[in-house]
């Protein structure tokens, strides 16, 4: 089972997250804060496989939260999710999203329908292939 750390402040966007992902078979973290996030980050007895973050959060940036927590579940995945277009983000949460990995990185603005929100996870969460592996000679 895929373990799924969703960090949203809104509660009725983190209780349709939550519904929409336990009823795919992910095993969920909840957290509002990012101290929230981070602590259960550091107490989960699983691997975190995906960060779901909202990019607005009181305390920090969800990119720079994404790039905390990966420094204890370094293969999380990260998704960020907001209602504010990538273009109008702070040079701060531009700078922290580009410095995580590309391929294990996403975004998704809201409002989206729960169709985009799967796709997007189930892209960050494919296991590469292993014809797609180049290996130095």
Not at 57 to 83: C, D, F, P, Y
Not at 99 to 109: A, H, M, Q, S, Y
Not at 115 to 137: C, G, H, N, Y
Request: hydrophobic content about 40%; aromatic content about 4%.
């Amino acid at each position: 089972m895929k373990t799924v750390l969703i960090v949203e402040d809104e509660p009725s966007n983190r209780k349709v997250f939550c519904e929409l992902l336990t009823m795919r078979g992910y095993g969920i973290l909840e957290a509002t804060t990012s101290k929230e996030a981070i602590r259960a980050s550091e107490i989960s007895s699983a691997p975190i496989d995906l960060i779901l973050c909202d990019l607005n959060l009181a305390e920090m940036a969800g990119t720079k939260l994404a790039q905390e927590i990966r420094k204890l579940h370094g293969n999380a995945a990260v998704l960020i999710v907001s209602g504010t277009p990538r273009d109008d983000w702070s040079k701060n949460a531009v700078d922290d999203f580009l410095k995580l990995p590309p391929e294990r990185t996403d975004f998704l603005e809201k409002p989206f329908v729960p169709a985009a929100l799967q796709s997007k996870i189930e892209a960050l969460l494919r296991e590469p292939s292993r014809m797609s592996v180049r290996r130095a000679p």
